[in-house]
C-alpha cells in the first residue's frame, strides 16, 4: 500500500509504502498523530474524525501554510483520496475494510454510558440475537408467533420498540379479561377462574350448554301451550275493542248531497255557450269585418265574415264562466273520492271490532293456564342460559389468559435482561476468551470485558482492575488489545495504533508479537525525544516492516524489512 499526505494538520508531506508494520517515529509536533489521522479518515471514511467539528468547518484539518489538504491510500487496484476543507472522499475499485475501530477513532473504553457501550459491543462484537436465540427462549410457543416477533423486529430495527409493542398488547390483554370477569387480573387467579358462585361441571363444553337451552326453551313454549297463545291473542284484540267504532253518520250525510248537487253543475256546465267563434278585424281596404288566420308555412290567410263575430271581452266572459265550472266539478268529485275513503276505512274498521269482540267472548270460555309450570319452565330456562353465559365467559377468560401468558413470555424475552442479556452474554464469552488468547500471545496481563462491558486489565498481582484505575501503558494494551481482536474478526485489511511510546521494551515485544498474529498492515506511531539515547524498534532489521522518521512534517525511511 502507498500513503501520501499533504497539508494535513502538522503534515507538509508525508509518503511512504508498505505491506506489514510501519512505525512512525520522531518528536513532538512533527506530524505523526496527523499522518495517522488522515489516513484514519479516507480509510474509515469519517472524514470529520474528530468530535465536536462540523463537516463545514473542514478548513481546520488544513495545515496553516496550505491552502488545502490532500491524503491518498491506495493498493493494488484501488486507491481512496481525501480533500479538505471540502472534506470529500473519491474512492476506486474495491478499498480494503477499516472500520473505525480499526481506524484508531473508535474504542470501547471511549464511551462513558453503559447504553453506549452496549451498542459498542453489538456493532463491533456481533452481540445481537440470532433468530436462534429468541427460538430458544420462547420455545413451546407457536413457530408462527415467534416468526411475527421476529418480522417485527426485523421491520422496526430496535428491540425496544418491539417491546414496548408487545407490553402495550399484554396490558390490553389483561384489560380485556377483567372486562370479561369483572374481576382485577392475577395469574394465578386466572388460571382456574369461574364466575361466582359457579356450580357446573367445568368440564360441560359450550355445545352441551347451548343443547340444555334449546330443550328448556321447547318445555317451556309446551308449558305456556295454548294458554300463552291465549293471553297474547287477548292483549292484541282488547286494544283494538277499546278504541272504538267508527262514526260514519255525518260523512255519509255528506257525501249524499255532493252526489246530488254534481250532476246538476255538470248539466249547467254543458250549457254553456262555446268560447271559440272567430274573432272580427277591420280589413284596412274594404272597411268590413274580415278574420286573420295562420297557415302551415308561417304566413296567415285573411277572409270575410259574413255573420257578426263575437266581441274579445265576451269571449273571456265565456272562458272565465267554462273555468269556474269545471273547477267545481273537480271539487266536487275529489270530495266524493275523499268521503267515499273514509267511509269505507270507517265500515272496515268497524267489521273488524265486531270481529275482536266476538273472538275475545269466545277466549273467556277457555280454560285457565297452569301457570306453576310455566313459571319452572321459565326458570329453568334462566339457569340454563345462565350456564350458557358463564361457560362462554369461562372459555373467553381462559382464551385471554392463555394470550397473557404468551405476551408474557414474549415481552420477557424481548426485555434488556432477556434474549438480548443472553445473546450479549454468549458474545462476551466468546470474546473474553479471544482476549485471553491475546493477551497471552502479547505476554501480558489479562484483557477482559466485564460488568455493564466496563474493560479491565488483571495486573501482576492477579487483581482485574478497571480501566479507569488503569495506567497508561496498561490502558493501551486494553485498547489495542481489543483493536486488534475486532479488527482480526472484521477482516479489516489496516490497522492504526497512536501512543506506542507509552511501553517499556518488554510490553513493546509483546505488542509486535500481537500484531504478527494478526497479520494486518499497521501504521503505529510513536514519540522518540531522544534516538540516540532510546532508539525506537528498528522494524527492519526485526523483519517486520519499516521505521519511518518524521521530521517537519516531512518523513525519510530509516530501515525496511528486506
Sequence with gaps: MKVVVTGFCGVNHVEFSFDKIVLLCGKNAVGKSSTALAIAAIASGEMIPVAGVKRSDGRVFVHLQSQSARASLAGDGWEVIGTWPESKLISTGTPLTCHPVASGLDRLSMHASVRDRAAWMEKYVRSAPAKSDLDAQLKGLDINIIAQVWADIELNNNWDVVHGKYSDLGRTAKATWQAITGEAYGAKKAAAWTPEGWSVDTAMSAEQAESLVHTARRNLETAIGAGAVKSDEKAKLQPLVASGKANTTEAEAALATLREELPRVKESRAKMPPASSTMAHDCP????????????????????????????????????????????????????????????????????????????????????????????????????????????????????????????????????????????SKAMERLNKALAEYSGIAGWGAVEVGHEFVPNYTNSSGSKIPYTLLS???????????????????????????????????????????????????????????????????????????????????????????
Excluded at 269556474?324 to 268529485?333: H, P, R, S, T, V
Excluded at 482480526?488 to 513493546?508: P, T
Excluded at 504478527?516 to 517486520?544: F, R, S, W
Aim: charged share 25%; proline share 3%; glycine share 8%.
Design 285 to 424: 281596404h274594404c272597411g268590413g269585418k274580415v278574420s286573420i288566420s295562420p297557415i302551415h308555412n308561417g304566413g296567415y290567410s285573411l277572409a270575410k265574415l259574413d255573420g257578426v263575430a263575437i266581441s274579445k271581452d265576451e269571449i273571456n266572459s265565456r272562458l272565465k264562466a267554462i273555468a269556474d265550472a269545471d273547477g267545481k266539478i273537480g271539487f266536487l268529485e275529489q270530495k266524493i273520492r275523499s268521503l267515499t275513503d273514509q267511509i269505507a276505512a270507517g265500515q272496515a274498521k268497524n267489521r273488524q271490532i265486531d270481529a275482536a269482540i266476538a273472538r275475545l267472548n269466545e277466549l273467556d270460555k277457555m280454560p285457565e293456564q297452569d301457570q306453576s309450570a310455566v313459571e319452572k319452565a321459565r326458570q329453568e330456562v334462566a339457569a340454563a342460559e345462565e350456564t350458557l353465559s358463564g361457560i362462554e365467559r369461562i372459555s373467553a377468560a381462559s382464551e385471554q389468559h392463555r394470550q397473557i401468558v404468551t405476551l408474557s413470555k414474549i415481552v420477557k424475552a424481548l426485555a434488556p435482561d432477556g434474549v438480548r442479556a443472553y445473546a450479549m
Design 472 to 562: 497508561q501503558s496498561e490502558k493501551f494494551r486494553v485498547d489495542v488489545t481489543i483493536q486488534a481482536l475486532v479488527s482480526k474478526a472484521s477482516s479489516c485489511g489496516l490497522m492504526l495504533v497512536d501512543g506506542f511510546d507509552v511501553l517499556d521494551s518488554q510490553g513493546r515485544a509483546g505488542f509486535f508479537k500481537l500484531l504478527k498474529h494478526v497479520a494486518i498492515p499497521t501504521i503505529v506511531c510513536m514519540t522518540v525525544a531522544n534516538a540516540e539515547k532510546y532508539p525506537p524498534p528498528d522494524l527492519g532489521k526485526m523483519g517486520l516492516g519499516k521505521t519511518i522518521w518524521l521530521d517537519n512534517g516531512s518523513s525519510r525511511t530509516e530501515s525496511e524489512a528486506a
